[in-house]
Structure formats: C-alpha cells, structure tokens
C-alpha cells in the first residue's frame, strides 16, 4: 500500500458546527452497490418502518477496528416482536472515524488507504465515502442519579450544546432525549427540533439510583423510528454519566448485544469527578468499544494545563486554582467545551465503508478489522455486530 502523509483535522467544534452546515462534501466511491433489504420491525413508539440496506458500525482499536457482518444470503427473519427494533442484514455498512497520534481527525483518506478484513479474509469494498454531513440520529441518554449533582450545571449546559450542536434544525439530523435515575424514561421522542430537549433539559433535576442499562434498552426498542435506519440515518447514542447502575431490570451483557444487533454506536461523555475512583467506569469503555465508540472525560485531569502551589506559593492555602477567582470553574467549562467538540466531530467526521460478506460461515457474530496503514494512526470501527435480526 502506497505511504502517504495524511491531511489532519483539528477537533474543534467550530470544524463540528461547519461540517454539520456544509453542503455534502463529493463523494469519493465506486458505485453504490444495489440497495439489499432491511427489514426493522415496529417497536412501542416506532412510526416508520425502514426498509434499506443494514450498517455496521465501528470499533475502538489503535490502527485496526472490528465489525461483524451478515452472511451473503439474507438473513431468516424472526417473527414480529412489538418491543424491539429488528434488522435483518446482508449487506455490511462500517462507519469508520480515523485520527492521528495526538487525537486529530484525519479527514482525506481514499478508498485505497482501507483494507477491510472478515474472520481474517480480505473483503472487497463496494462503496466508500468520505461525505461530511451524513444523516444520523442520536440518542441523549442522561444520569440524572444522585451522583451528578456535584457538577450538575455544568453537565447540563454541556448536553444543551451537544444537543444544539449536532441537530442544527436540518432535516437529516433527528434525535431524542431519555433520562434516567431509578427508572429510565424517554422525556422527549425522536425530533429534529432541539427546543423540546433543550427545554425538558432545563426542568430535569437529580436524584436517586442509575438504570443505565434500562436507558439503553429502551433507545433501542421505545421510541420513535426515522424512516431509513439505519442505514440513512445511522444511529448514535451518546451516554452523559458515569457508568454506575443499580437499578435496571437489563444486564451490561443484554444491552451490548442489543446495541450491537440494532447497530448503534454508543459515545459517553464521563462524569466522573477528578480524583475519584470510580470501578463503573469500565462499562462506559464497554459499551463504547464493543460499538465502536468512544469515551471522554472532561473532568478526568481539570488540573492538567494549571500551574501548581509549588510553582506560586500563596497565603492562601495549597490550591492550584485560587479560591474565588472563578479559575476553577472556567477550566471546567473549558474541559466541557472540548468534550462537546469531540463527540460533536467523532459523529460527523466519520468515513462510511460497504462491502457484501462472501464469507460461507453460518456464524451468528462476525469479526472485522478495518486497517488503515499510514503509520500512526488509530482506527475505530465497531468491533461486530450480529447477522440476523436483533432481540431484546
């Protein structure tokens, strides 16, 4: 494979909010191969009913991702269940977000630059693209349990931003609000106006235990469909908490899969406080690399770019960030905007990959890796996902 320096993109939320009102950057493809069935079956609050081809998502990795994929043949339909999304797959779609060494988005790779493996076998890649304002719909899942009150202003202002940031009032960008403390509720349905969320937002206050599990659960079978999932749009769902559950009637071990046959994508901004240890946050990197997300941590290190009481001792105590100045809330804020910018890009700035499995395997789970060899950087694609039609 040829070597080549790639053109970097800096993740920013101006280059979010610019890539969310651009026009649909040329594509760069081979011919979109013939639209192959998906057949989603009608959940609890679903409206349409899309009928396209599936999308594999992506997974975590250095410079390798995994997606699993569908045999050739369709895929046997399972009977209609009124209480999940079901996606019947033959065709592999691999949303693929690729950055360099220090975090940033590589944005003018060609279709020569990717190899896609299946179970180890080179695959071939029908239709590429590298297409900036791809259709998606998002989920807003936030934690509203007894543990973000500490810096519950702050998170809330963030998901208001993310939320205006990433549905613009365009009509190919739709999403939905669900919050959870001791049960899990979808507050607003799927929408493409951000109002209502940012209202209900607004009203929302913590307090109690953590059913993340359940919210998750229910973004994939309790609300409203968008007609052409979810292949156009793709589904995304970004977790604002920190990962604790005490509370769901649904397993960590249920939902991935259930993410995983729906083909989301699931990104979690972290609300863990610095210096806290927090043994729940292994299942936001869960849900995150088995889908082929991300995790974020705007409150991981506040202190990072912060001269310490060594540097300037004070009167006023050992505090890195002086009492009363407001220092420690703007580093907070600032933390906040970065995050919001990079789960904002790692939506947009994504390239979308098809190939049709000639995989003869009857497995239920396939493994794909996604390589891209330009030296340093790091793919995520989603490491699988299951053929067939998904279950609750």
């Not at 760069?28 to 989603?40: D, E, G």
């Not at 719909?137 to 519950?152: C, E, R, Y």
């Not at 493409?192 to 994939?220: N, Q, S």
């Not at 901004?269 to 088995?290: C, K, P």
Request: proline share 6%.
């Amino acid at each position: 494979m040829q070597s080549r320096k790639p053109t970097i993109v800096a993740a920013g939320l101006g280059v979010a909010l610019c890539l969310l009102q651009a026009p649909a950057a040329q594509q760069n493809s081979s011919k979109a191969p013939a639209p192959v069935t998906t057949q989603v079956g009608s959940g609890a609050n679903q409206s349409a009913t899309p009928s396209q081809t599936p999308t594999t998502n992506k997974a975590p990795g250095t410079s390798e991702g995994t997606v699993s994929v569908p045999p050739a043949a369709p895929a046997k339909e399972a009977a209609p269940d009124q209480g999940s999304i079901r996606v019947s797959v033959n065709e592999v779609i691999v949303p693929v977000t690729v950055t360099d060494d220090k975090g940033r988005f590589v944005s003018d790779l060609d279709k020569k630059d990717f190899e896609v493996f299946e179970d180890g076998k080179p695959q071939t890649i029908r239709y590429f693209t590298r297409e900036r304002s791809q259709p998606v719909v998002i989920g807003f899942l936030v934690d509203l349990s007894n543990a973000s009150k500490i810096h519950w202003k702050n998170y809330q202002d963030a998901i208001i931003e993310l939320i205006q940031t990433l549905l613009p009032g365009d009509p190919k960008y739709s999403g939905y609000l669900i919050d959870y403390a001791q049960d899990a509720e979808v507050a607003v349905n799927t929408t493409t106006d951000p109002e209502p969320m940012v209202d209900k937002l607004r009203k929302l206050k913590p307090g109690g235990g953590a059913a993340l599990y359940d919210a998750i659960y229910l973004a994939c079978t309790s609300r409203k469909l968008v007609h052409g999932e979810p292949i156009e749009p793709r589904r995304v769902i970004v977790v604002i908490g920190d990962g604790h559950d005490n509370a769901s009637k649904h397993s960590l071990d249920q939902v991935v899969e259930l993410a995983q046959r729906n083909l989301v994508t699931v990104y979690c901004i972290s609300t863990q406080a610095f210096g806290f240890t927090n043994e729940s946050d292994a299942n936001l990197v869960r849900l995150a690399t088995e889908t082929g997300g991300r995790v974020v941590y705007p409150l991981g290190d506040v202190y990072k770019d912060t001269d310490g009481y060594l540097s300037h001792p004070s009167d006023d105590g050992n505090y890195a960030l002086t009492v009363g100045t407001g220092a420690y809330r703007s580093a907070v804020d600032g933390r906040m905007y970065h995050a919001v910018a990079d789960i904002a890009g790692e939506v947009t700035m994504q390239y979308i990959i098809r190939y049709v499995s000639d995989n003869p395997s009857d497995k239920a789970y396939r493994n794909v890796k996604v390589v891209v060899d330009l030296g340093s950087v790091k793919v995520r694609a989603r490491r699988g996902y299951y053929a067939g039609t998904a279950t609750p």
